[in-house]
């Protein structure tokens, strides 16, 4: 018998991470999975917390420990989970990120219309799974849980699921913000299985609720953070005018992948008809985005050039919270004095005076809920245990609006 290759990483955050199996070595080792090395977990978060400059390739592999963790846990406490079963589990969530696109949500905003970092993952997963000759038919199959064994798609995908811990601990330790410090060892060693579904021990109720509580303060702290937002949206709006432009016919420097999206308008229909179009997707990465910028930031068009200027100088929109929508007369009142200071006039100006909504449900409990499995052998869910912290006012969403414009 072959000997199998065995691979260690050495990770910040969980030390050696190994990789010990022929097919997820494959797969981890294939230029799509590799592609993840160039885009920022965090995309420009790194604006604020200088330290956020990890990959979606760190937090891939760092969720694979997770699950590689909780696999053995649960076996441990006598789980019927197969080889097969395991290794497929393993590269569902080695793919969990799979179709994002540069700078995370930018691309979809920006760029491509109606088509969702999601469905990406789909194709490319199908893309694979034809390349290595069906080896990630039960992958797919527990990815989109459909499979018997519901709990091995809880461990990707739920509230409560390795995406979560990896990405909370990671981007609370690259980011220096102790908030979002959780206790995923802990919890990992409380999860267990009761009638096919990942449930948690009652002595990992209080675990459970710092993890929802620090899944909370990393949103309105971190992700959600005014100056993330204002950052993002810059991006955004350079994304759009250079497509705007692109499709007026105006010349632009862009690498070959950037050009494609840039002078088509790309749909989901394109991506399943047109084979070349996921190929090129897969070609784009933050660099295209950043070098781009850097090129437009002396390009003819006034409303380009300067938005370009403003991200790479760091001179990011203001951008105020408020707990109400913003009327119409402040909005106009804003566009007025961006017209004065910059000569932009008439639809340009929507570029520089915007609003948006950061919203955030910290526990939806209409989503499959975290329980707690009792002693006695009760379930309950997490929000309705006694005197739970997670009570049913965390359950409602959050909503914020705010107005981004130029510091004037």
């Known amino acids: ?15 050696f991470i190994t990789i010990d199996h022929p097919l997820i070595f494959t797969l981890i080792s294939h230029p799509y999975y590799q592609r993840l090395r160039r885009i920022h977990q965090m995309a420009l978060a790194h604006l604020v917390y200088p330290g956020a400059m990890h990959t ?21 406490k006598g789980v019927d989970i197969t080889e097969e079963e395991e290794v497929a589990a393993k590269m569902a969530i080695l793919l969990h990120d799979i179709g994002h696109g540069p700078y995370s949500h930018a691309l979809e905003n ?31 199959e527990i990815f989109n849980g459909r499979y018997h064994k519901t709990f091995l798609h809880q461990l990707v995908s739920s509230q409560l699921d390795v995406d979560r811990m990896d990405y909370l601990n990671r981007d609370s330790f690259y980011t220096g913000v102790s908030e979002g410090v959780i206790s995923y060892d802990r919890i990992i060693k409380m999860l267990t299985v009761h009638r096919g579904e990942l449930m948690v021990e009652e002595k990992g109720i209080y675990s459970i609720e710092k993890f929802i509580i620090a899944r ?52 989901a229909a394109n991506f399943e008809q047109e084979p070349s179009c996921l190929q090129q997707f897969c070609l784009l990465d933050d660099y295209d985005i950043m070098g781009a910028i850097k090129v437009w930031t002396q390009h003819p068009d006034k409303v380009l050039s300067l938005l370009c200027k403003w991200l790479i100088d760091r001179n990011l929109f203001k951008c105020i919270l408020n707990s109400e929508a913003f009327d119409m007369e402040s909005i106009q009142l804003l566009k007025q004095k961006v017209q004065r200071e910059y000569g932009i006039s008439g639809a340009d100006l929507d570029y520089f005076v915007f609003t948006g909504t950061a919203c955030l449900s910290t526990y939806n409990m209409n989503n499959e809920k975290i329980n707690i499995l009792f002693k006695d052998g009760t379930v309950k869910d997490i929000s309705s245990i006694d005197n739970p912290l997670i009570s049913h006012t965390l359950a409602i969403p959050v909503k914020k609006f705010y107005i981004c414009h130029p510091k004037i």
């Open 216 to 267: 909370r303060l990393m949103y309105w702290q971190v992700y959600l953070h005014k100056t993330v937002l204002s950052a993002e949206n810059l991006l955004v709006k350079i994304l759009r005018r250079a497509k705007e432009l692109a499709l007026q016919g105006v010349s632009l420097f862009a690498s070959p992948a950037l050009q494609y999206f840039l002078y088509h308008n790309i749909t």
């Open 1 to 15: 018998m072959a000997e199998r290759k065995r691979k260690i990483v050495n990770d910040p955050v969980y030390g």
């Open 56 to 76: 979606r390739f760190h937090h891939s592999m760092g969720a694979y420990h997770l699950m590689c963790c909780a696999l053995s846990e649960l076996k441990g």
């Open 110 to 140: 920006g760029i491509i219309e109606g088509v969702s970092h999601e469905e990406i993952s789909q194709w490319l997963m199908e893309e694979l799974n034809r390349e290595m000759d069906g080896a990630l038919t039960l992958t797919i």
